[in-house]
């Protein structure tokens, strides 16, 4: 089953969108509370190359990014990729 990893903080709008968007597409995440763990925000800095907004998602390994690269992952067909669905996850019109 795909896993993302999603890197968040409590007050954060963008991060419940994003747990949303990935339930809604079948993709079991765990989630890294950055505002509960300093250790964890050097370690999602390292990871993001220095991006500090949350959230900050990997899926099965792969960087994506914030919410919006996420959308963007899910337009271009790379989500679906990334998720191992076929044909990047398009449906046949």
Do not use: H
């Amino acid at each position: 089953m795909p896993q993302a990893e999603i890197y968040t903080t409590g007050f954060c709008g963008y991060c419940v969108a994003a747990k949303n968007f990935l339930k809604s597409r079948g993709c079991d995440y765990s989630e890294v509370r950055i505002d509960r763990d300093p250790a964890k925000l050097a370690e999602m800095l390292e990871r993001s190359g220095g991006r500090r907004s949350v959230p900050q998602i990997f899926v099965n390994g792969a960087y994506v990014g914030g919410y919006e690269d996420l959308v963007a992952a899910e337009r271009s067909g790379r989500l679906g990729e990334l998720l191992g669905l076929p044909n990047g996850g398009e449906t046949s019109a």
